[in-house]
Structures are given as C-alpha cells and as structure tokens.
C-alpha cells in the first residue's frame, strides 16, 4: 500500500517554529513533485509550496521568506520547516506527491497534520 504519512504538527505561539515532514511508502519507484498544502477552518485548501525532485521549489506569496521546503530522495520524505509563524498559518496541513508506482503514476495526499498557532 502506497501513502504519505505527515508529522510535526503542534501548538505554537506567534512568532515560533515548526518542522514538517512526510514520508512516502510503500511499492514507489519514484517522485516527481512533492508539496504541502493547508486547509484552515471554513477555507479551501491551498498551495503553501512545492518542491520537484530536481530541488526547484514554489512557494504562496504568503509564506515566502518564513517557510522553507526541502527533501530527501533517498527516503522519499519532503519537509517543510515553518519560521515565524503568525496565527493565519493555523491549518491542517497536508503533504502531496506525485509519484510512479507498481500501479501506475499516482496522486497521493496524506491525512494531515493540524498546526495551531496562538498565544
């Protein structure tokens, strides 16, 4: 069975950090983008970055400059360490892949992980 796992998430205060990350398992031979999305409460959910397995990386207007994504292909694992967060990063936040498996080229998500950001 292929799937994403995601971890990290927590409660913190304005101001502080946290480190994502998510790792791929299962029959995979390989990534092609991996990314991070977030959904906050009564929201769509929306791109917050995305990293290709070459390391080019996107990142929301919102997040530019405080929010880091990187991974490691050897592990099939992207992280996304998050500096300065403010009270509108509070969301669940879920890792995407795009990855090719024994059955096929997939879209994988992950269940996500609730990050809450308040004093």
């Known amino acids: 069975q292929v799937q994403l796992v995601e971890s990290g998430g927590d409660l913190v205060q304005p101001g502080g950090s946290l480190r994502l990350s998510c790792a791929a398992s299962?029959?995979?031979?390989?990534?092609?983008?991996m990314g991070w999305y977030r959904q906050a409460p009564g929201k769509q959910r929306e791109l917050v970055a995305t990293?290709?397995?070459?390391?080019?990386?996107n990142y929301a207007d919102s997040v530019k400059d405080r929010f880091t994504i990187s991974r490691n292909n050897a592990k099939n694992t992207v992280y996304l360490q998050m500096n300065s967060l403010k009270p509108e990063d509070t969301a669940v936040y879920y890792c995407?892949?795009?990855?090719?498996?024994?059955?096929?080229?997939?879209?994988?998500w992950g269940r996500g992980t609730h990050v809450t950001i308040s004093s």
């Open positions: 995407n892949a795009g990855a090719y498996t024994t059955a096929g080229y997939l879209a994988l």
């Open positions: 990293i290709t397995s070459g390391g080019s990386t």
């Open positions: 299962g029959s995979i031979f390989s990534i092609n983008v």
